[in-house]
């Protein structure tokens, strides 16, 4: 069946540092891809997503990359903060339509040391 | 805008009971909405597809009789856990899409925990 699979978190850096959070996918068809975001005591917030292979979400300096060749999209950004504190979700959709729902990875807990 | 609410962000109720979680879009229309459910250090694990006034598709493994779903209304649905054991604790979490964009937009999830 289809899978997402992301690093195991929690993920600790210090402010202004690189990140990486690696995210692999596993579908039948073409899947449209997704990086939510979850704040503490709120819902999930999409982050960006990439519907085509080579195309590249992008939002807040986060950066994501649909790679079909090695079936990824890692989120990347150039300088984190401590607000981007939060744990990520990888996510993958099928269909292309809205009554369509979504395969998660674990989640990501990403942790930003002032 | 677009924003989904949960009642009651957490509850506890005792085995053999029943338990009613609402999701709620508020300023939108939702057309489908989804449940999905979380274990601790878990993926979210979707559970079902409500559109209104249709019943709810039930993923593979999800029993239907146990997790009720009605979605009566473009702005309302129901999950209805029944005859709740210790191993439905987990996090129950509805998303919904809108008639303008197929965009998720998700609830703050509700704990369940069973005794």
């Known amino acids: 069946g289809d899978s997402v699979t992301q690093m195991e978190g929690p993920v600790t850096l210090s402010e202004e540092a690189f990140l990486t959070i690696n995210c692999t996918y596993t579908a039948t068809g073409y899947p449209s891809l997704f990086w939510y975001v979850q704040y503490p005591g709120e819902g999930l917030q999409l982050l960006l997503k990439?519907?085509?292979?080579?195309d590249k979400g992008s939002n807040k300096g986060f950066e994501a990359t649909y790679r079909k060749e090695t079936t990824s999209f890692h989120l990347e950004k150039g300088s984190v903060q401590v607000s981007d504190s939060a744990v990520y979700f990888c996510?993958?959709?099928?269909?292309?339509?809205?009554?369509?729902?979504?395969?998660f990875g674990k989640g990501t807990h990403l942790i930003i040391q002032p | 805008g677009a924003v989904v609410s949960q009642h009651p962000s957490w509850v506890i109720c005792k085995s053999g009971t029943s338990v009613k979680i609402e999701c709620r879009s508020l300023d939108f229309q939702a057309t489908t909405m989804f449940w999905y459910r979380q274990f601790p250090k878990q993926s979210l694990m979707l559970m079902a597809t409500s559109n209104e006034g249709s019943k709810a598709t039930y993923e593979q493994g999800v029993e239907k009789d146990k997790f009720l779903i009605n979605h009566a209304s473009l702005t309302l649905s129901t999950l209805t856990v029944t005859s709740a054991h210790p191993e439905d604790s987990s996090f129950y979490i509805c998303s919904a899409t809108g008639t303008v964009s197929y965009e998720q937009y998700f609830g703050p999830g509700t704990r369940l925990t069973v005794t």
């Open positions: 990439a519907t085509k292979a080579d």
């Open positions: 996510a993958l959709r099928l269909g292309g339509g809205g009554a369509d729902g979504l395969t």
